[in-house]
């Protein structure tokens, strides 16, 4: 294997949250809103705008960048996309690239943080909020995108069946 484990796990990160957006962008505004009776509370959009809101702050907290986005107001579909290709790109970017941004521990927020900490929240978060919007979608009588390791795997040909 050439890249390194973390790397792979922000690869699949990023693939994973535009499959989610991208099912999502189909979506009628009514399914957009809607408060699904299911394993979560809020609606897809919100939930999709609070993703890439907190992927933003993972990013420019380790990477030191400022902000590119506003958030004040419900983006559009272009803007979230747009939002998930910059701070995705932005986070594998350090996971491949800048191991020496990796170690050195910054002031956020009135803490002291080891950057590794962020990049396992960056991961966790995400996983669980497209885990979220997947019950969602289900709950909607929408079928949710399957965007496991095991498809990732399946779709980088890092999975490959024998004798198929």
Known sequence: MTD?????????????NLQILQVCSTL???QLDAEPDSTTKGSIRATLQHMMESQQSYWTQVAGVEPQFNWATPPDFATLEWAATLTGEGLLALAKNEPDKL???????????EPWVVMVQAINHSTEHR???KSMLSALG????RIDGWMYGNVTKAL???GA
């Open 103 to 113: 170690r050195q521990t910054f002031q956020y927020d009135g803490y002291a943080i």
């Open 28 to 30: 009628s505004d009514e």
């Open 4 to 16: 390194s484990v973390l790397a792979k796990l922000f690869e699949h990160n990023h693939w994973a």
């Open 131 to 133: 885990e979220q919007i």
């Open 160 to 162: 490959v069946e024998l």
């Open 142 to 145: 929408v079928k949710p995108p």
